[in-house]
C-alpha cells in the first residue's frame, strides 16, 4: 500500500499479497489495469486462448492474459481468428466484487476437476499470477500479527 497515493489508500485500497505491488498489465498497451479500474468508465477483460477438442469436448488452453476492453482486446481476438483458436472473456470489473472473484476461482478449480479445461504450463502459470494480482483489490488488509503467522506458516513442512 505504501506505493500509492493516501487517497486510494483511504477511498480505494489495494493491499498487498506478498511483499511487492504485483501489477496486472494490459498485454498491448501494457497499461496496469488494476489501477485503471479506479476510473469507472475504464474496463478490462481476462482473456483464455483455447483450440476447442470437439471430439473429447475439451478446452486446451494455451494462453491466458488481460487486456482493456474493446480498444486491446479487439486486435488480438482477430490475429486469434485467423490462427483457428477460440477465446472466453470474464470482465474485470466484475471480478473485484469478493464473491464474484471466488465464484471464478471455484469455476476454475471446477473446470481442472472435471476434466474440461487443460492448461498448458505457461498458462497455467498465468492464470494464477492473474489471481493474485486481483486478490489486492478483492482480499482485506492483512494486519502485523496475520503477516508474521503467514511468515511462520511458511516455514512449517506442508
Ligand atoms: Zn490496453
Keep these: 500500500m505504501r506505493y500509492f497515493p493516501n487517497s486510494y489508500r483511504l477511498v480505494k485500497p489495494l493491499h498487498l499479497v506478498s511483499d511487492e505491488y504485483q501489477p496486472l498489465n494490459c498485454k498491448v498497451c501494457h497499461k496496469d489495469i488494476l ?4 476510473d469507472p468508465n475504464y474496463g478490462a477483460n481476462i482473456m483464455k486462448v483455447y483450440k476447442w477438442d470437439q471430439e473429447k ?27 483457428g483458436l477460440t477465446s472466453g472473456w470474464a470482465c474485470i470489473s466484475d471480478l473485484v466484487i469478493p464473491i464474484e472473484f471466488l465464484r471464478y476461482v471455484l469455476a476454475v478449480m471446477n ?8 492448461y498448458t504450463d505457461e498458462a497455467f502459470k498465468k492464470q494464477k499470477a492473474i489471481l493474485i494480482a486481483l486478490a489486492q483489490r478483492v482480499i482485506r488488509a492483512t ?3 496475520e503477516r ?6 511458511l516455514s512449517l513442512p506442508c
Design 35 to 38: 489501477m485503471a479500474l479506479f
Design 57 to 83: 469436448n475439451i478446452n486446451n488452453i494455451q494462453d491466458v492474459y488481460c487486456a482493456c476492453a474493446y480498444k486491446c482486446d479487439e486486435q488480438i481476438e482477430a490475429s486469434l481468428n485467423k490462427a
Design 111 to 118: 473446470r481442472i476437476r472435471d476434466g474440461k479445461d487443460i
Design 143 to 145: 494486519t502485523e500479527g
Design 148 to 153: 508474521a503467522r503467514f511468515k511462520e506458516l
